[in-house]
């Protein structure tokens, strides 16, 4: 019997992101506006640009639900577009910190993506045919007076 092949990951891009103060449009869905941030992968560098967001809704009392759209634009003018589902496990520990405005890092919390990329730049084609998933490293939540910044890896699955 041949032995299963068992998929790996290799990391290949860190996104770094501004989230703006929520609009809260009811109880069960959250808009948080992504006014800027940066895309760095090898060889490659991209701007957030607008649109970006997330609409996030609670799956259950401390699961939330991602849905996000970001648009950005690389240093010789091609477009990147992500898609994503993800979801963030909100422990009663990580949500006085978020609640206090400190930094919470990716060990604290399960906060998981999985971007879909299209793009128009030949040298990252490859991108439009790949898998791929993200993992929050740090993060400060936005509030109602103050904007939260974002950082993840994202990894091609292999």
Same mark, same amino acid.
């Given at each position: ?7 790996? %990951? ?8 501004? =989230? ?8 069960? %869905? /959250? &808009? ?5 941030? @940066? =895309? ?7 701007? &957030? &640009?607008?649109?970006? *967001?997330?609409?996030? +809704?609670? !799956? ?5 639900? %991602?849905?996000? +759209? ?9 477009? %990147? ?5 993800? +979801?963030?496990? =909100? ?7 978020? *609640?206090?405005?400190?930094? !919470? ?7 998981? @993506?999985?971007? =879909?990329? #299209?793009?128009n730049?030949?040298?990252l ?5 790949? &898998?791929? !998933?993200?993992?929050?490293? +740090? @993060? @400060?939540?936005? /509030? ?9 890896d !994202?990894? #091609?699955?292999?």
């Open positions: 019997m041949t032995a299963p092949t068992v998929p790996t %990951l290799e990391k290949v891009m860190t996104m770094e992101a501004t =989230i703006d103060p929520p609009q809260q449009v009811g109880a069960d %869905l /959250s &808009i948080f506006n992504v006014p800027d941030g @940066t =895309i760095t992968g090898d060889g490659f560098s991209a701007k &957030i &640009i607008a649109p970006s *967001a997330d609409w996030a +809704r609670p !799956v259950s009392d401390n699961v939330l639900g %991602l849905d996000v +759209r970001l648009s950005a634009q690389t240093e010789a003018g091609h477009y %990147l577009y992500f898609t994503y589902f993800g +979801r963030v496990v =909100i422990t009663e520990n990580v949500a006085g910190k978020m *609640a206090g405005g400190e930094e !919470v890092h990716g060990s604290e919390m399960y906060f998981t @993506t999985n971007p =879909i990329v #299209k793009t730049d030949p040298a084609a490859w991108m439009n045919d790949t &898998i791929f !998933v993200g993992k929050m490293q +740090r @993060t @400060t939540s936005a /509030s109602t007076t103050s904007q939260g910044h974002l950082v993840y !994202v990894y #091609k699955v292999v």
